[in-house]
């Protein structure tokens, strides 16, 4: 059995790829803070501020019982509902 170490010759990016990130070096990472919320629906209830219309976050036409997106804004009617198919669980004890 050989116990010769053999190494293997290192496979580098392309050069323009290399040659970007050289170049953008040390600019850090540009991104708005939307781009980090994690989209929930919640219902809206007597005392949710997307019901009052003194409040940043009132969503015109909403109303008691209306479901919303925490990141869009959007709002589907309480009425009529929404389709929610679950495509991850995760189980912890």
Do not use: H
């Amino acid at each position: 059995m050989s116990t010769n170490v053999v190494k293997k010759e290192e496979a580098g990016l392309p050069a323009e790829l290399m040659d970007d990130i050289v170049a953008t070096a040390g600019e850090g990472v540009d991104y708005d803070t939307s781009e980090l919320q994690i989209p929930f629906i919640r219902v809206i209830q007597a005392l949710s501020p997307q019901i009052k219309k003194s409040d940043p976050a009132f969503i015109k036409d909403a109303g008691q019982g209306d479901a919303f997106s925490t990141v869009t804004g959007q709002f589907w009617s309480g009425e009529d509902g929404i389709t929610v198919i679950p495509c991850f669980q995760e189980t912890k004890y």
